[in-house]
């Protein structure tokens, strides 16, 4: 089982984890610099030789600046603050100076159960937030979603299931158990899918249906989505950046 950090938000967040501080020699006043996210990324390790990210479906970023992958030999979805630098490595799209780094929970999807007993995914209610960072890419779905958190010792349970419509293989439903703690404040999580079980799309671009249970009933959401071309990923990182409140 994983476990995902809680998000009370992702500024407070990303404030929580990074603060710069800067001196001004004129009046004596600290100021702070609070790091934003920029782009979202899988981090792909690679053997004996550090690791890049991939940016999208055609992007790569070299990080000149880090010689290894602070998640080891784990491909994960990640959030990164980064500029772009001269020289450009020859063999990435780009060269970037990583100011700030934090993983998301990345996990496989799960295959419909054959018996249909689906009652250990749960059925509690969930909110898809509109933020730039659902996008289905790089053979990933990752998602910000909102929900009642409560009970701290409690952790919520999130999969998205593949092969629930016999008729539609690009149809997804995502599970949440919250196992009884259902009552409490709003919050936010991040987490990613691996899409691996999903069918080549030969390299067509095609849509996601993703189903998950709102608070006001039924709901779905569609994502355009194209099959990455090495789908060779090794296991997923044990914590998230922003969620300990998931697994």
């Known amino acids: 089982m994983k476990t995902m950090k809680f998000l009370a938000g992702l500024t407070f967040a990303i404030v929580s984890v990074f603060t710069f501080a800067s001196c001004n020699d004129d009046d ?5 610099y609070y790091p934003q996210p920029n782009a979202l990324v899988t981090v792909k390790p690679i053997e004996g030789a550090g ?5 999208d479906d055609s992007t790569t970023l070299y990080p000149v600046n ?6 080891g030999d784990k491909e994960v979805r990640a959030l990164v603050c980064y500029r772009e630098v001269n020289p450009v490595n020859d063999y990435y799209s780009k060269s970037v100076e990583v100011s700030w780094m934090d993983s998301i929970l990345t996990k496989a999807a799960v295959p419909y159960p054959a018996d249909g007993d689906v009652d250990e995914y749960g059925d509690d ?45 690009y149809e997804v439903e995502f599970k949440h158990n919250a196992y ?12 990613a899918f691996r899409l691996s079980d999903l069918p080549d799309t030969e390299g ?15 709901k779905s959401i569609q994502f355009d989505y194209c099959s990455r071309k090495s789908t060779t990923v090794e296991g997923s990182v044990e914590r ?4 300990s409140r998931l697994k």
């Open 28 to 32: 004596g006043y600290v100021w702070y």
């Open 51 to 55: 690791f890049y990210m991939q940016l």
């Open 66 to 71: 880090m010689a290894a992958s602070p998640y």
């Open 125 to 169: 209610a969930i909110e898809i937030v509109k933020d730039w960072v659902n996008i289905a890419e790089d053979g990933y779905l990752t998602l910000r979603f909102r929900t009642l958190w409560g009970n701290t010792g409690v952790a919520h349970y999130v999969n998205l299931l593949t092969g629930v419509n016999p008729d539609d293989p």
């Open 180 to 191: 009884g703690d259902v009552e409490g404040i709003w919050g936010d999580a991040l987490v």
């Open 204 to 218: 067509k671009t095609v849509k996601i249906t993703l189903k998950y249970k709102s608070f006001s009933g039924e």
């Open 240 to 243: 998230a950046a922003y969620s």
